[in-house]
C-alpha cells in the first residue's frame, strides 16, 4: 500500500473531513469573497501587503522562518545531531512540511489529535512526547498507528505499557515506544537508572510493543538566563539520563532514540553523551520569552534565531495623553509574560492583560506616537499559545503576503 493512500484509508477510517480548507476572515478593503479568490492553493497571487490585513491577525515573516530553519538544521548537522522539530510550537502542517524538506527526522506531538492532524496533512514521522492514559486516547494513537508506521509513543509507567500492549493487540499493530525519563523535574517521565531500564526491559518483552529508544526533556533548563548557567542546568539534568541510555545499551535493548532538548539549549545539547536528536520548537518564530535569556554571543539578546511571528493590531483610541488602546488584547496575544513587544519602536510598552483592548503606554522617549486607525506589529509575547489563538497565519514576504498557512492544529488540545 502506497503512503498516500494509507493515509486516505486512515482519513476514511477515523471519519475525518478533507483536508483543511481556507476560510479568510474580511481584509481591509476587500471582501472575504475577493480575498478568497485571490488564494490558490494557499498561496496569494495579488500584492497584499500585510499593513491592509484587518486586525488583530497572525503574521510569519517568511524569510526569517526560513533563515530560522537553516540556521537550526545547519548548527545540529554541524554538531552531529538531528533535529526532530517539536509542532506543538507551529500546529501548521506547512511549516512540518518544510522542516522535513530541509532535513528533520520527523517532527513531534504534544497530543494524539495534534498527531492525527500532522499526518492527515502528510507527515509520516511522528514522536508523541506525551503519554496517552485514558482508554479512548490509547485506542486512537494505536488506530493512528495502524496508517501512520512512523508514529511513535511516550510511555512512562509498567501499567501504562501493559494498557498499550494490550490495545495494540486488538488494534492488531505493533506499537513503537519510547520510555520518557524525568530530568529531575517530576513533571513527567519515570526516573533515570533502574526504574527506567526496566520499564524499558518490559516494554521489550511485551507482545503488542516495539522498543526503540528514550526521550528527555528538560523544559526547565530552555529559559534559564545566561549560556553558561543554561548549559551547566542542560547538562546536569540530562546525566543520569545520558547514563541510562548507556545501560539500556548494556542490557542489550534498543537505544536507537535518545531525544530531548529545545531552542534554549539547541547548541549544548549534543554534548550530552548519546544524544541523538533535539526537539526544537520556538526556534521557528521565536519570542519576547527566549529573546530576554542571552545566547553564547550575545548576553543581552538571544539572537540566534530572529523573531519571525508578529500580530498586526490597529490602534482604536489615541485620545488620552501618554497612552492608546488597540484592538489586540489577551485573545489575541495571551496573558504571557513578558508582554509583547513593539516591532521596531523604542520607549514605547504594550500590555495585552485586557480581553479586548490592548494597551500602549509611550515612555519619555518614545519613538513615535498613534492616531486612531494606525496599525502596529507586536513580536508576541510566547509563540506556542498565541498560535492556538488564530485559524491561520499570513505568510509575508517582506511587507507582502505570500501565502497563508492554515493553522490545522489549532485547537487540537485533546
Ligand atoms: C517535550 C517537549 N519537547 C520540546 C519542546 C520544545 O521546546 P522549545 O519551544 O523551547 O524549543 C517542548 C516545549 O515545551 C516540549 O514540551
Known sequence: MTESLSRRHFLHAAGAGAASVWIPR??????????????????????????????????????????????????????????????????????????????????????ISEAEVMFEHGIEQILMTTVNVTPRKIRRAMHLKKWCA????????????????????????????VVDVDPGGHRSGITAGAPALELAQLVDTL??????????????????????????????????????HVQMQ???????????GGTGTYNIDHETPGLTDVQVGSYVFMDAQYLSIGGADNPDAYDDFE???????????????????TDAGAKANTINKPWPIIAGETDITYTSGSDEYGSIRYGANASRTYAVGDKLELIVSHCDPVVNLYDQMYGVRGDTVEVIWPVAGRGKSV
Open 26 to 111: 474580511t481584509v481591509h478593503g476587500y471582501t472575504e469573497a475577493e480575498v478568497r479568490k485571490m488564494a490558490f492553493n494557499e498561496r496569494v497571487e495579488e500584492g497584499i501587503s500585510k499593513w491592509d490585513l484587518d486586525t488583530p491577525c497572525l503574521v510569519v515573516d517568511l524569510d526569517r522562518l526560513e533563515g530560522n530553519l537553516d540556521h537550526m538544521q545547519t548548527t545540529l548537522a554541524g554538531n552531529g545531531v538531528a533535529s526532530r522539530p517539536h509542532a506543538k510550537t507551529h500546529k501548521c502542517p506547512a511549516i512540518a512540511r518544510l522542516q522535513m524538506a530541509t532535513g528533520s527526522v520527523g517532527i513531534c506531538t504534544a497530543k
Open 207 to 244: 507482545p503488542g510493543l516495539r522498543l526503540r529508544g528514550m526521550l528527555c526533556y528538560d523544559g526547565g533548563a530552555q529559559h534559564v538566563m545566561g549560556f553558561a548557567e543554561r548549559r551547566t542546568r542542560a547538562l546536569s539534568s540530562l546525566e543520569d539520563a545520558a547514563e541510562t
Open 307 to 325: 523573531p519571525a511571528l508578529t500580530v498586526m493590531t490597529t490602534v482604536l483610541n489615541a485620545q488620552y495623553e501618554g497612552r492608546a488602546t
Open 250 to 260: 548494556r542490557a542489550g535493548l534498543d537505544n536507537g532514540i535518545f531525544s530531548g
Open 150 to 177: 512512523g508514529f511513535i509513543q511516550a510511555v512512562d509507567t509498567a501499567a501504562n505499557a501493559r494498557d498499550l500492549s494490550a490495545a495494540a493487540a486488538e488494534a492488531g499493530v505493533v506499537a513503537d515506544i
